[in-house]
């Protein structure tokens, strides 16, 4: 049984979320608070969180940033706001998903999981994939070159495995989206350009030589040269 952490500071929507999850087979460890839900996520006893926005004292960018420092956990941030930089900084701080206030119980279980599914099925004999001087580690997610080595979230990482094993070819967005995501949703095109962009970053930061391979085909999508 796959144990999911749900962290908002109220507890009216922490029963929502359990009320949900629960009979799909979900176990559910709520808290109201952020440092708390830190401390659960160190144990490393939960396979998936739910994370709220919108807290006190430390708000949810703030843990999601910090989880992402000390795990791979998926995360799905659960926000009441529909204001795109809102959403775009929860992916930038590591974020793999989001949803939006007030939601669908169907969204919410399809949602968390195809972020299960693709966890585990990434569980498979071979777990690099080599192009050049660059390998893809599916055990911890991670992109190496040479002797340099970047941790990536699960839909950065599913979005570049995409790229770096079609070399040449270009994908559209709605061809990562579908990647990524892995089943119907409403999400927003453009969030693929925000995952993207985040990706240069990170890698830049690490030293990789980005810019001679991830490729922007003007107007229709991506590439890996």
Known sequence: MQTILLIDDEQRMLD????FLEPKGFTCIKTNNGKKGLEIVREGKVDLVLLDVMMPDMDGWEVCKKIR??????????????DKADIVKGLEFGADDYITKPFDERELVARVNALLRRTSS?????SNTVHGDFMLNRD?????YKNLEVQLTLKEFYIIEAL???PKRTF?????????????TYTDIRTVDSHIRNLREKLKVAGFPIDEFLLTVWGIGYKWN
């Not at 911890?140 to 190496?144: A, E, I, M, V």
């Open 16 to 19: 929502l979320l359990e009320l």
């Open 69 to 82: 420092e000390q795990s791979t956990v998926p995360i799905i941030m659960l926000t009441a706001r529909t």
């Open 122 to 126: 990434e569980i498979i004999e071979n």
């Open 140 to 144: 911890s997610y991670s992109l190496h």
């Open 164 to 166: 770096i094993t079609h």
């Open 172 to 184: 559209t967005r709605e061809q990562l989206l579908r990647t990524a995501w892995d089943y119907n």
